[in-house]
């Protein structure tokens, strides 16, 4: 069974600039969770998509922003890049529709870099 | 809203047992996990404790106390490829949210 695939593995960006990060979940699996993750704050949750819909997001600003598809797939937005996004991105997956978790399976993330 | 503390790190030598302990703030959450992260990989999966007590799972325990709104990660054995950072997790209905991370630095 194939893991979380996520693309790109690496990026660089200027500042003022857009991206788009790309995670495919395991088969099967319905729910997506995207975390930043960075050396002084850790792992902090962005949002969690279900079945298409945004279910939950964190503390972050409007400049970040995320989708899924009809197939789980999962894409997160940047607008208007910072120098303090610059972080690695983990996208999660995890079969139950909620409370009935036990694991969430993670991808290598994108490390993104904005200059 | 909930937080998770932990210590930021922890030595031990190889054969040793080490201890990382988890302390919580929490309305509420459905269990307590632990991941494991080696520098620049993903986090994997280590142990998930739903109710108070003790789950084994080779090497690795995880131990929950709800009225003490603490856990802990019990790793024996040591071996040099358990230098990773180690994280407490909160399930609440949809997301996990993280402690900082424990440092583990296993030496020779």
């Known amino acids: 069974k194939a893991g979380v695939t996520q693309t790109p593995r690496y990026l660089i960006k200027t500042r003022g600039q857009q991206v788009t990060l790309s995670c495919s979940p395991i088969s099967g699996h319905r729910s997506v969770s995207w975390y930043q993750q960075t050396p002084g704050q850790g792992l902090q949750f962005l949002f969690e998509?279900?079945?298409?819909?945004?279910?939950n997001k964190g503390n972050f600003p409007g400049r970040f922003s995320g989708r899924q598809f009809s197939n789980s797939r999962s894409e997160m937005n940047v607008s208007t890049l910072e120098l303090g996004d610059s972080a690695l991105y983990l996208c999660?997956?995890?079969?139950?529709?909620?409370?009935?978790?036990?694991?969430?399976?993670f991808g290598q993330g994108t490390r993104l870099t904005v200059v | 809203g909930q937080s998770l503390e932990q210590p930021s790190e922890v030595t031990a030598v190889e054969g040793a047992i080490v201890q990382i302990n988890c302390t919580y703030q929490t309305s509420g959450f459905y269990g307590l996990s632990w991941y494991q992260q080696h520098d620049g990989g993903a986090p994997t999966f280590l142990s998930y404790n739903a109710l108070d007590g003790l789950e084994e799972t080779g090497r690795f325990s995880s131990f929950l106390s709800r009225s003490d709104s603490y856990g802990y990660l019990l790793l024996q054995e040591l071996q040099m490829k358990d230098s990773a950072s180690y994280f407490c997790?909160?399930?609440?209905?949809?997301?996990?949210?993280f402690g900082k991370g424990t440092m583990l630095l296993v030496s020779p």
């Open positions: 997790a909160v399930w609440g209905y949809s997301t996990l949210t």
């Open positions: 998509y279900f079945s298409e819909t945004q279910r």
């Open positions: 999660a997956s995890s079969s139950q529709g909620g409370g009935g978790n036990t694991e969430a399976f």
